[in-house]
């Protein structure tokens, strides 16, 4: 088991390394968050053991659960699944990232949860990128104003945007995703808020994420 953890993981570091010297990208410019939903904390400690540090998680309770049992380890917990406004709480608690805000109510939940001893919480912004094909995340025409308004609350900071595109074998519509998903994110710059992230690309799609862009990606099958 051990073994197989430690091989999946570098065999995808490498797939990363290739990627971002294949779109003329400075190694390392992509992060890897190592999904971890229904892993137990076991194989989060080998993959720990194997150097990764970022783990994803998906479901309130059990990243409660194993943000607990793993209290030991320096991990980064990066929430990336949708969350009800009486779950906020735990995860402005135990995460140091979410990347599924697609409502101003949420981030504000989650600032005013976030205790004050810790800092402040990382935010992407959850971005349709697929118009009626897909339903999570809030409209491309809705992210600056979403934007204006979180950069507004005390204790959480708007890092980027993230997107979950369509699941299609067409590549080249899911490269026009990703880069709709990068073009928002040079306007947002342009209007000044500092965006540092573009968390898109998943195990079946991360090199063409990486080809548009990708700043972390999320893996979690491939592992
Ligand atoms: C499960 C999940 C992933 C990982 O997807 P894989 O296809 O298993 O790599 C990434 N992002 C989100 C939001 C997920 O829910």
Redesign the pocket.
């Given at each position: 088991m051990s073994q197989t953890v430690k091989m999946a993981l570098e065999l995808v570091r490498q797939q990363i390394v290739g990627a971002e010297a294949e779109a003329n990208r400075p190694a390392g410019a992509v992060q890897l968050i190592a999904?971890s939903?229904t892993f137990p904390a076991d194989a989060i400690r080998e993959a720990y053991a194997a150097g990764q540090r970022a783990f994803?998680e998906?479901y309130v309770q059990e990243f409660s659960a194993k943000a607990t049992q793993l209290a030991d380890l320096d991990i980064e917990w990066h929430f990336?699944?949708p969350i009800q406004s009486n779950k906020t709480r735990i995860v402005a608690e135990y995460a140091h990232w979410v990347?599924?805000i697609d409502r101003h109510k949420i981030a504000e939940r989650l600032s005013a949860q976030r205790p004050h001893h810790m800092p402040q919480l990382n935010l992407c912004i959850q971005v349709n990128v697929s118009g009626e094909a897909s339903k999570s995340g809030c409209a491309p025409e809705e992210v600056g104003t979403l934007a204006r308004q979180i950069a507004a609350l005390p204790n959480v900071r708007v890092r980027g945007l993230m997107c979950?595109p369509e699941p299609t074998p067409d590549e080249a519509l899911l490269a026009r995703r990703f880069a709709l998903l990068r073009d928002l994110r040079d306007r947002l710059r342009q209007e000044g808020f500092d965006l540092d992230v573009l968390s898109m690309g998943?195990?079946?799609d991360m090199g063409l994420a990486i080809g548009q862009g990708a700043t972390m990606v999320?893996?979690?099958?491939?592992i």
């Open positions: 999904v939903k994803g998906n990336i699944g990347h599924s979950i998943m195990s079946s999320r893996i979690g099958t491939a």
